[in-house]
């Protein structure tokens, strides 16, 4: 493996990516663990012995990969790395969805890939992909094929409440009406994709449109913001680890500063 120079982390509440680039600014290593409820002993394990002269963390536990690594660590918030992030994956997407596990984020750039305007929804679990998790759950089904499952639904059935527990409510009583499960299931995923596109209408949604977090990987919301938002996505390689793309490449600058500093 080429030498690293440059480490991003991006410690969620659900999830923490990492990310590392060589000299070139190529990505060199990748890895993801659950955060859990000891974020500071799952980082160790993320990190496993990946060391580098520049380390940038971003995310709901950045001030927590200090206690782990020994070197300087810098800190950016999460729209500050999305935007870095977004500038490598889509250097032309002007506005940036990210629907992670608690919360979700609506950013608009410039044509340089400057924050102009965001948003984020990190107060209720409505509208992010803990919603879809705990939906999922109440259906039995495994989150990952919650999309496809709501997929082979149709329209008609609507979910009113914006509250979680309200929601898991509401579906129980269509259930109970005799409505099918997966038009129950479409129906919760649009009334995610709702509120989404509403914060994206509020920050000036501008195509090309940048779908990150780990709800991108679920085919129905990809399918639903197309059709609320009348933009087709872009979906990245790996839409989970944009934060810690964005966090490596804030490194990666600091070490390419350094050394033209030392030469």
Request: proline residues 5%; glycine residues 8%.
């Amino acid at each position: 493996m080429a030498e690293i120079v440059a480490l991003g982390i991006d410690v969620g509440s659900r999830s923490m990516e990492l990310v590392a680039l060589d000299a070139q600014a190529a990505v060199v290593d990748s890895a993801r663990l659950p955060t859990t409820f000891h974020p500071v002993a799952q980082l160790a394990a993320l990190l496993a012995g990946r060391t580098a002269p520049m380390v940038t963390a971003t995310g709901y536990g950045r001030e927590l990969v200090a206690q782990v690594v020994p070197a300087a660590v810098a800190t950016i918030t999460e729209i500050t790395a999305y935007a870095l992030g977004a500038a490598v994956c889509a250097p032309k997407a002007r506005t940036i969805l990210d629907i992670g596990g608690q919360d979700t984020k609506a950013i608009r750039l410039d044509a340089a890939g400057q924050v102009l305007k965001f948003e984020m929804n990190d107060r209720c679990a409505a509208g992010t992909g803990k919603f879809l998790e705990h939906m999922a759950t109440v259906f039995q089904i495994p989150v990952e094929e919650f999309g496809v499952f709501a997929l082979g639904g149709q329209e008609g059935v609507r979910i009113n409440a914006m509250c979680t527990v309200f929601a898991e409510t509401e579906a129980t009583s269509l259930m109970a009406q005799g409505h099918r499960p997966e038009d129950i299931a479409l129906a919760l995923h649009a009334s995610v994709c709702q509120r989404t596109a509403s914060m994206l209408g509020r920050v000036g949604l501008t195509p090309p449109l940048l779908f990150a977090g780990g709800v991108a990987r679920n085919p129905c919301m990809v399918r639903l913001v197309e059709k609320f938002t009348g933009v087709s996505p872009i979906i990245p390689k790996d839409p989970d680890t944009v934060g810690a793309l964005g966090a490596a490449h804030h490194a990666w600058r600091r070490w390419a500063s350094s050394a033209r500093s030392a030469s």
